[in-house]
């Protein structure tokens, strides 16, 4: 029971990222293909085909993560895709460069090692998921099935509001505090 309920946490989690983020840049193109070309390894050429077969790759993890007997191949594909993401990500932060995510379509926040991290974390879940509807042929009753569901769901809004606290902008750096400079003779003061 307890692998049956890993595998559907699994699945629910990917498969409801994968439809936000598929959704989210589905509805703003131009923005996720500044991100692609934000990478600076597809040619320009080939940003609508990349883009194209990006969106396919999430709605196809999406639509293999509904059913039971699909699931194990959706979540093999998302742990690739998310290992191919997480890659790319890594490499845009050891280049130093600062690629806004699109991830979920417009974006301010710049790829950050939270980005990468979160990738790999989904991977693993998925990866998780894999090995755990390998093991079990169980079924989940009603009122498990459920709570597990409603589980899986709140973490998928905890990972996609992630992203979104992620685009807060740091505070600048606060100056050290120095007390004005006063002068004896006049009883003036002055900052420094």
């Known amino acids: 029971m307890v692998a049956e309920a890993v595998f559907l946490v699994a699945r629910v989690v990917v498969g409801g990222m994968f439809l936000v983020a598929l959704v989210?840049?589905?509805r703003d193109l131009p923005s996720f293909r500044t991100a692609v070309r934000g990478f600076?390894?597809?040619p320009?050429?080939?940003?609508r085909p990349v883009v194209a077969a990006v969106l396919g790759a999430e709605a196809a993890v999406v639509l293999l993560l509904v059913g039971r007997s699909s699931a194990a191949v959706g979540l093999g594909a998302?742990?690739?895709l998310l290992t191919a993401f997480a890659t790319g990500m890594a490499r845009v932060l050891a280049r130093g460069d600062r690629v806004p995510c699109g991830c979920f379509g417009r974006s301010t926040a710049p790829i950050g090692r939270a980005h990468v991290w979160r990738n790999g974390l989904l991977a693993g879940a998925a990866v998780t998921g894999l090995v755990a509807g390998a093991s079990s042929h169980a079924?989940?009753?009603g009122p498990v099935l459920l709570v597990v569901s409603l589980f899986a769901a709140a973490v998928v809004v905890v990972l996609v509001l992630s992203d979104q606290l992620l685009a807060v902008p740091e505070p600048p750096p606060r100056r050290p505090h120095r007390p004005p400079v006063g002068n004896p003779s006049t009883g003036a003061t002055r900052k420094r």
């Not at 320009?44 to 940003?47: A, C, G, I, S, V």
């Open 24 to 26: 989210s840049k589905a």
């Open 44 to 47: 320009r050429r080939l940003e």
């Open 78 to 80: 998302a742990a690739l």
């Open 40 to 42: 600076g390894v597809v």
């Open 139 to 141: 079924r989940l009753d």
